[in-house]
């Protein structure tokens, strides 16, 4: 059998959950879409789009696993200015990266973060994880691009019953 990249196997769960928890699942799937509308402060791209989950892992309360997909924006390597963060403040506001996460350099990234892994959580906050999990709608997704430093577009992360 062949094995499943961790890219592979993040978005396969993440898409074949449901908006609740399955029987035995205990973390919930986090959504959020993606649009320049959804900046504060700052102009994005108006053309883009995308959504973004976020989750936990069952029975590991330290690690964050997440799948982006974005359109309509434009796509760089990493190296060269691509970049996607959670950021802290609700929407009305902005704040600082406080996870690391992989820009979506051909239009989707997918990935797990644990804490105490180097670079992925700037602040080394012990807990940051279950925090973003339990309340959501403080933290946002904004994916960054070279045309679009401060930010292409951003999306309020959702519980599951805060409605899409």
């Known amino acids: 059998m062949k094995q499943l990249t961790l890219k592979t196997l993040a978005l396969t769960t993440a898409l074949g959950l449901s908006l ?3 029987a035995g699942h205990t973390n919930h799937v986090l959504s959020t879409h993606l649009s320049a509308d959804n900046l504060v402060g700052t102009d994005g791209d108006p053309d883009g789009k995308g959504h973004a989950h976020v ?32 950021h802290e403040a609700g ?17 989707d990234a997918a990935d797990c973060l644990t804490e105490g892994e180097e670079g992925k959580f700037p602040t080394g906050e012990a807990g940051i994880v279950k925090r973003i999990l339990e309340n959501p709608s403080d933290f946002y997704i904004n994916i960054h691009n070279p045309e679009y430093p401060a930010g292409a577009i951003r999306g309020q992360l959702m519980g599951p019953h805060q409605g899409m």
């Open 20 to 22: 609740t928890a399955h």
């Open 55 to 86: 989750f936990g892992v069952d029975g590991d309360p330290t690690t964050l696993c997440y799948v982006i997909q974005v359109e309509n924006i434009a796509m760089v390597p990493v190296g060269e200015g691509m970049a996607a963060h959670i």
């Open 91 to 107: 929407a009305t506001g902005n704040g600082d990266p406080i996870a690391m996460l992989a820009g979506p350099e051909d239009g």
